[in-house]
């Protein structure tokens, strides 16, 4: 399996860990800057249902989604959850994950460097490693962050 794809399942791996070291009763609560930890998930369930997406569809060499502005998609992967209790929004991640364990190590080398779009140079290979930097420098430190500051405060 490519070393990108490993990492990128790896730091999804971690996420997971971190987000079962909240309390419970803090999953809803805004606890980075605007969001709380479900609203985060809900935003990396929205960009994990992209990949899938992009990649179910230049497998089968149908048109690609439309790539959208990057805080635009956020703030409607965020909304779409809205309604749904933590647990399914949990429960998103998790098929979400058993989706990509699956789907994922199957991608050839030459599959994983196919431009998404003529005029860009996003391929499945680079968008996978964005995403695992997303995780890895953004919202893990963010999640351990703030165990330490519950568990600071609950003391």
Known sequence: MNQII???LQARKKFLLALDQVPQDK???ILFDQWSLKDIVSHL???DKFLIGIIEDLQSNRVLQKWQKINEFNQKSVFARQ???WNQVYQEFIDIDANLKKLLPELDDNFLNTKFWPKNSFTPLKYIKIETNHYLKTHLPEIYKNIKDIVKNNK
């Open 83 to 85: 309604g749904w209790s």
């Open 27 to 29: 999953k809803t609560d």
């Open 6 to 8: 490993t990492d990128f």
């Open 45 to 47: 369930n929205g960009w």
